[in-house]
Antibody, heavy 121, light 107 residues
Framework: EVQLLESGEGLVQPGGSLRLSCAASGLTFSSYAMSWVRQAPGKGLEWVASISDSGGRTNFADSVKGRSTISRDNPKNILYLKMNNLRVGDTAIYFC??????????????WGEGTTVTVSS | DIQMTQSPSSLSASVGDRVTISCRAS??????LNWYQQKPGKAPKLLISAASTLQSGVPSRFSGSGSGTDFTLTITSLQREDFATYYCQQGYNTPLTFGQGTKVEIK
């Protein structure tokens, strides 16, 4: 069974940084693209970033572009999201999600339970 | 960016009802349209990919159709466990975008 488990800082001050991790198990991690998707309180789903199977291709939402990095450690089966200059609007549940294909994320077929990030002073 | 618009935003239905949710893309996306179900406090679950491909383990009462700009998710006989919020998502290009969601509530 594929499992994704997110972890990271829960409360961050505006202007601060965070690094989220997603530990994957039950799959050949290096064979799939991966994504981060977030959901602000009471709101809908917002795609944040994706990374290809090798890590050579990344894409970001405009809302986080320029202040975020997505990376992966394939030997350790871990996906990361680093965000800088955090804003109150970044407050959300962050989901790690496995994409069905290797090079590009057309859709997400397995999701983690999510980790809550609150940006507040 | 491709805008995804779902209708209705919410609906009330009874167990056994046929439910239809629409999703419209702001430009043609071929069949790169996916549907997710999300229950309160839970992660989204992929129901349908590529407009009409039912995922393994998803009940056959769920179906998807459409191509180009107009898509539909149909639940033929609503069950109690189907009360949830449904999202469409386009995978045609980045940024990947979701519809605003359709909340299916019990009448």
């Amino acid at each position: 069974e594929v499992q994704l488990l997110e972890s990271g800082e829960g409360l961050v001050q505006p202007g601060g940084s965070l690094r989220l991790s997603c530990a994957a198990s039950g799959l050949t991690f290096s064979s799939y693209a991966m994504s981060w998707v977030r959901q602000a309180p009471g709101k809908g789903l917002e795609w944040v970033a994706s990374i290809s199977d090798s890590g050579g291709r990344t894409n970001f939402a405009d809302s986080v572009k320029g202040r975020s990095t997505i990376s992966r450690d394939n030997p350790k089966n871990i996906l990361y999201l680093k965000m800088n200059n955090l804003r109150v609007g970044d407050t959300a549940i962050y989901f790690c999600a496995k994409c069905r294909h290797p090079g590009y994320c057309y859709y997400m077929d397995v999701w983690g339970e999510g980790t809550t990030v609150t940006v507040s002073s | 960016d491709i805008q995804m618009t779902q209708s209705p935003s919410s609906l009330s239905a009874s167990v056994g009802d046929r439910v239809t949710i629409s999703c419209r893309a702001s430009q043609k996306i071929s069949s790169y349209l996916n549907w997710y179900q999300q229950k309160p406090g839970k992660a989204p679950k992929l129901l349908i990919s590529a407009a009409s491909t039912l995922q393994s383990g998803v009940p056959s009462r769920f179906s998807g159709s459409g191509s180009g700009t107009d898509f539909t998710l149909t639940i033929t006989s609503l069950q109690r466990e189907d009360f949830a919020t449904y999202y469409c998502q386009q995978g045609y290009n980045t940024p990947l975008t979701f519809g605003q969601g359709t909340k299916v509530e019990i009448k």
